[in-house]
């Protein structure tokens, strides 16, 4: 596609529910990256994937939060058993590869309110 | 992974040029220096990157001096659009994206 698309947009859930929020990268991009962002902070870096391999999930916060990129392209982030923390924005960016520095482009992000 | 440090905030004037240096003490051999600019409600955006003297491109320059320990992104006559959060960015290939700080916001006034 043109660019990375994220949905949806905008996700409210209950708390305990589980949410799966979707990245479609840049047609021919290896490198997926998933941050959360709280307001008026940096993202923070959750995990990454180079073609449908994790390489580093150590930012994930716990074990209800997972990732997969099974085809190398589209990739899902999982939350299971939302909590009101989990409120954040989630941005997914992509690049062309790992071995050179290349700038990575960002989604619109998809905003998750736990209610 | 290098660590960097930014001011948390600054102001300037539209037609201004605007400095903002970036320190990163435990930069590696293989590291390069990238910063990106985020708008309210928007992804960061990339701007420039660089690995040592100067780079210059339509929209910015980034000046690094030879022990590589900070880096300067200067933007030429800045406008009120140029308001934003831009973050300084250390490391090589993908780690680079890996640790964004707080970044530092620019707030431009008529």
């Known amino acids: 596609g043109a660019g990375v698309s994220q949905s949806p947009r905008y996700k409210v859930t209950k708390r305990g529910q589980d949410v799966a929020l979707r990245c479609d990268p840049i047609?021919?991009?290896?490198?997926l990256y998933w941050y959360r962002q709280a307001l008026g902070q940096g993202p923070e870096f959750l995990t990454y994937?180079?073609?449908?391999?994790?390489?580093?999930k150590s930012g994930l916060p716990n074990d209800r939060f997972s990732a997969e990129r099974p085809e190398g392209s589209i990739s899902t982030l999982t939350i299971q058993r939302t909590e009101q923390r989990d409120s954040a924005m989630y941005r997914c960016?992509?690049?062309?590869?790992?071995?050179?520095?290349?700038?990575?482009?960002f989604g619109q992000g998809t905003r998750l309110t736990v209610v | 992974l290098a660590k960097t440090t930014q001011p948390i905030s600054m102001d300037s004037y539209e037609g201004q040029e605007v400095n903002i240096t970036c320190s990163h003490n435990?930069?590696?051999?293989?590291?390069?220096i990238t910063w990106y600019q985020q708008f309210p409600s928007q992804g960061p955006r990339f701007i420039i990157q660089?690995?040592?003297?100067?780079v210059t491109n339509e929209v910015a320059s980034l000046f690094i001096p030879a022990d590589r320990k900070s880096s300067t992104l200067s933007l030429p006559r800045v406008s009120l659009s140029d308001t934003a959060v831009y973050y300084c960015?250390?490391?090589?290939?993908?780690?680079?994206?890996?640790?964004w700080g707080a970044g530092t916001k620019l707030i431009i006034k008529p």
């Open positions: 960016a992509s690049s062309l590869g790992p071995r050179d520095n290349s700038e990575a482009f």
């Open positions: 047609s021919g991009h290896v490198s």
């Open positions: 994937f180079n073609y449908e391999a994790q390489q580093d």
């Open positions: 435990n930069i590696a051999t293989n590291d390069y």
């Open positions: 660089g690995y040592k003297t100067k």
């Open positions: 960015l250390v490391g090589e290939g993908s780690n680079y994206q890996l640790i």
